[in-house]
């Protein structure tokens, strides 16, 4: 193990002391522990000065380094015989619509029970029973799935008409699985084909698929260690004490657990059950706490992640980058590993590389129109969790997202300050101005003055509207940033939703969805909410959310990546692990960048402390190392006011120390015990908005089956509220492009997403024309295209396709392409295909063209529009490989066009 950051012989004798001081508990001492205090209670649990308590479970701190949890997981003891599921081919939620399920009630008898349903036919076959009925262990379940009809429409029809309407062509059948609520059954449609249990087969050809599961299985049972004991030596590391012995001990078992995450190549491991590097996850880390605790390992997972000079987008919808794009939060750690370090040739370097990253992403996601970015929302890369089900890889890169938005108006500031420093004052100013951009439309287009708060993203086609759902991560990336003022910043951590045990992701909840971004707790995101809190002197909220991070650490004596907001449980949500990087970066930034405001800055680190009354008494941070300095800081009192802070004994005027500083320095710092006034939370129960409306067009008229127990449907027209209704249809009127969207409402003004676009126009505004009629159709076998063909384009084949056409009248037009992309599923690897839309031989913006499902190359579906001016008579629009749209993997950038579609807006 290569432990970061070699000290200096005297500060290695002095940490071995320190070492055996502590375990010893010998000389050094601090007030004795008041043990009955309690530092924070909801109706949920309490956070005392040694333990926490959470109904009849108990976390207790026995020492700084070793700590005891009775903690059991809710569901350990729960398997109810009623079990939820669902047929998917392909690995694709696509048996049956959104929120329609197969429910049955097992009755297994000697052992094992059996269970016959027919694809696409609602099965439910339950039966009433007491909530203290459990399913007996180890029962054996065999599915039998009738897919005759399914095999029968392949052999006459060539394909399978999907509850969607699309139609899936006989090769590209990969296989049926089985997704559902118990496991070993999970929702995870797009990983299912990763799990061979969850596969049914017909080995005998009788077009009845099976398989057979174990339920209530030992070895599902989740548990987590009723004892932690410090078992890696971390006294090379800055070492904590404190009058609370609950956060000494958790703070220990976080740079435990930091030890176990760094590999042996000296890069960091995401989580126990999370090998290897990812973009986001190590970034988030780094600022949150990495930068300066373990900076060489910081820089050499980092540069794992550069391919090219440039930044790798290594996960995302839809083939990774342009769909995704947050990788920019790489710069917001690269620059904070200079802070801390002050290596000016990581400084160089990373300058390099963030300024290429960035150019890229000029020429294709950057939206002039609203001055936003596109793509995923940072993190919540698993879109049926924070999207609304009908919106396709390409639509995701068309959202405009809050949390996504913040990391490149923060890039971009980034970029600005590194080239002031190296003296580059063009590129300073230039992407300054962008940084202005990004913010101006963050706060012209997001913000939400009835809500107090911003929006979760833009989103839907040609006329975007804005999700009212908040982002916790976004909204408080927007306060840490500055890009929130100071009143909406206050105002931002009064009015986001948060619930009794931490602030879920989203608020409210996507129904039918299981936890995991949705309906959860991330620690991570709790930290970075904890900073927005203390940055605005909530005093309130700040409590909320270092009890909402030191709850589950103590409990389940590990830090994990999520837990379920409804319950606080660990179990339950789709996908978690132990000794998650960023949930302890997160903890032991409760410590340095809260407690104890530590701020790097480029030339000095700057002290502004934020500590609860809760926490007031003495505190001690040593052997803290900055650049070419160790310090001992000691800390007394509460509030956020410094009222004597000292330097080797000597009272400055400054909270602040020079980059220059060398050697071992104490701090002393005393507060003034003094809290702003009133601080206000938006504490809400675990909400859940109604599904979005279905809608068809036929016959002149919308419509919709009944939403729940909807009070109101509201109608769009163009992204614009037209009208409401408490009907489920809209006589329309086609003429020129409208496009209609209806939110189901409750009483609480609960909003479900919106629909799906539905675009009424007559035929007289749109223009089709086929591909292969302006370049060589290819003789791949493909199926389901329009016309006579279709053709390729790739990295060597038709990297410029020129559509030659005319137009009746000059004006606004919406373009789009019909294509396939079966280099991969729709969830991850990175082969989304790109091209450059030009009119008249300037070029527009990106159209994309994400991968749509492995092998799935007759799945046919739209690219991303671009709205662009044609002019009366004769206009050229082509798409071109241009060196800006290389992808994340490089090599194959390809797809099938079918046609070009233009469609008359205004």
Not at 147 to 163: A, D, H, P
Not at 285 to 307: E, G
Not at 615 to 626: A, C, H, M, P, Q
Request: net charge negative; hydrophobic share 40%; charged share 20%.
């Amino acid at each position: 193990m290569i432990i970061d950051g070699a000290l200096k012989l005297t500060s290695l004798i002095y940490s071995m002391k320190l070492f055996f001081l502590t375990f010893a508990c010998l000389s050094f001492s601090f007030v004795s522990f008041a043990q009955d205090k309690i530092l924070y209670q909801s109706a949920e649990f309490k956070v005392y000065n040694n333990r926490i308590e959470q109904g009849d479970f108990k976390a207790i701190a026995t020492s700084y380094v070793e700590m005891s949890s009775n903690y059991r997981s809710m569901q350990s003891d729960i398997y109810r015989p009623d079990i939820t599921f669902k047929f998917s081919i392909n690995s694709r939620d696509n048996e049956m619509p959104p929120g329609q399920d197969h429910h049955v009630t097992l009755q297994p008898k000697d052992g094992s029970c059996i269970t016959t349903v027919r694809f696409g036919q609602q099965m439910v076959d339950t039966i009433p029973l007491s909530d203290d009925i459990n399913l007996t262990p180890n029962t054996l379940w065999t599915i039998r799935l009738d897919m005759r009809e399914v095999l029968k429409s392949f052999q006459e029809k060539g394909f399978y008409t999907l509850n969607t309407g699309e139609k899936l062509d006989k090769a590209d059948f990969n296989g049926v699985f089985m997704a559902g609520n118990s496991a070993p059954l999970m929702w995870d449609f797009n990983n299912l084909h990763t799990r061979q249990e969850l596969q049914l087969r017909d080995p005998d050809g009788d077009g009845i698929f099976e398989t057979t599961l174990i339920l209530n299985a030992k070895s599902n049972e989740k548990q987590t260690a009723a004892r932690w004991k410090q078992a890696n030596y971390t006294t090379g590391f800055p070492q904590y004490q404190s009058d609370y012995l609950i956060s000494d001990a958790l703070y220990n078992l976080a740079l435990d657990e930091m030890i176990n995450a760094v590999e042996p190549d000296s890069t960091f491991r995401t989580g126990k059950e999370w090998a290897g590097v990812w973009t986001r996850d190590i970034s988030y880390s780094i600022i949150l706490s990495m930068a300066s605790l373990q900076p060489k390992v910081a820089v050499n997972s980092l540069m794992r992640k550069v391919k090219n000079k440039r930044i790798i987008q290594d996960t995302g919808t839809g083939g990774a980058w342009p769909a995704s794009t947050d990788r920019m939060i790489w710069a917001v750690a690269a620059w904070e590993v200079y802070k801390a370090t002050g290596n000016r040739d990581w400084l160089e370097q990373a300058y390099e590389i963030i300024s290429l990253s960035i150019e890229d992403d000029l020429s294709n996601i950057y939206d002039p129109e609203t001055g936003l970015v596109k793509g995923e929302s940072s993190f919540t890369d698993w879109r049926e969790q924070t999207y609304p089900q009908w919106m396709q890889p390409a639509d995701i890169f068309e959202s405009e997202c809050l949390s996504t938005n913040a990391v490149h108006y923060q890039a971009n500031h980034i970029l600005s300050k590194m080239a002031m420093i190296l003296h580059h004052a063009d590129v300073a100013d230039k992407h300054n101005r962008i940084a202005k951009t990004i913010k101006d439309g963050i706060n012209q287009h997001l913000w939400l003055p009835e809500k107090h708060c911003y929006a979760q993203f833009l989103y839907g086609r040609n006329f975007k509207i804005a999700s009212p759902r908040s982002d916790a991560l976004g909204e408080a990336l927007c306060v840490i940033f500055g890009i929130a003022d100071e009143k909406r910043a206050e105002q931002v951590i009064a009015n986001t939703p948060v619930t009794a045990f931490g602030i879920p992701c989203i608020y409210p909840q996507i129904p039918n969805i299981p936890p995991y971004h949705n309906n959860a707790v991330w620690p991570f995101v709790q930290a970075f909410w904890l900073w927005a809190a203390a940055s605005v002197n909530n005093e309130k909220s700040a409590m909320e959310s270092i009890s909402a991070i030191y709850r589950p650490a103590a409990m389940f004596l590990t830090n994990k990546e999520n837990f379920v907001a409804e319950n606080g449980d660990f179990s339950g949500t789709q996908i978690n692990s132990s000794n998650m990087l960023w949930s302890l970066s997160g903890s032991i930034s409760i410590i340095h960048k809260v407690l104890f405001g530590i701020r790097f800055e480029e030339d000095k680190l700057v002290f502004k402390p934020f500590v609860p009354e809760a926490f007031n008494g003495k505190r001690e941070l040593t052997n803290f190392k900055y650049r070419n300095a160790i310090l001992d800081i000691e800390l007394n009192g509460f509030g956020n006011k410094i009222s004597s802070f000292k330097l080797d004994g000597k009272k400055i005027s400054l909270s602040e120390v020079p980059a220059t500083i060398s050697g071992r320095h104490t701090i002393s710092i005393e507060l003034e015990n003094q809290m702003p006034g009133q601080s206000l939370t938006n504490q809400q129960p675990v909400l859940y908005s109604l599904p979005a409306p279905v809608v068809k067009y036929e016959n002149q008229q919308i419509s919709w089956q009944p939403v729940g127990n909807s009070s109101v449907y509201n109608i769009l027209v163009n992204g614009k509220l037209f009208t409401t209704t408490n009907q489920t249809y809209f006589d329309v009127i086609p003429g020129g492009y409208v496009d209609y969207q209806v939110i189901a409402c409750l009483e609480n003004k609960m909003e479900s997403f919106a629909s799906e676009p539905v675009v009424v126009i007559s035929d007289k505004f749109v223009q089709i024309i086929q591909a292969e009629d302006v370049a060589e159709k290819t003789d791949k076998p493909f199926k389901g295209f329009a016309g006579d063909g279709f053709i390729e384009i790739s990295t060597t084949v038709n990297k410029e396709v020129r559509f030659k056409f005319s137009i009746t009248a000059e004006g606004l037009y919406s373009v789009d392409f019909r294509y396939s992309n079966g280099n991969g599923p729709v969830n991850t690897e990175n082969k989304c295909a790109i091209r450059t839309l030009s009119v008249g031989g300037k070029p527009v913006n990106a159209v994309i063209f994400p991968q749509r499902g492995k092998g799935e190359w007759s799945n046919w579906g739209f690219s991303n529009a671009l709205k662009v001016h044609l002019t009366k008579g004769e206009n050229i629009v082509s798409i071109s490989l241009e060196d800006s749209n290389a992808n994340m993997n490089g090599e194959i950038n390809q797809a099938m066009i079918d046609f070009i579609r233009i469609q008359y807006l205004d």
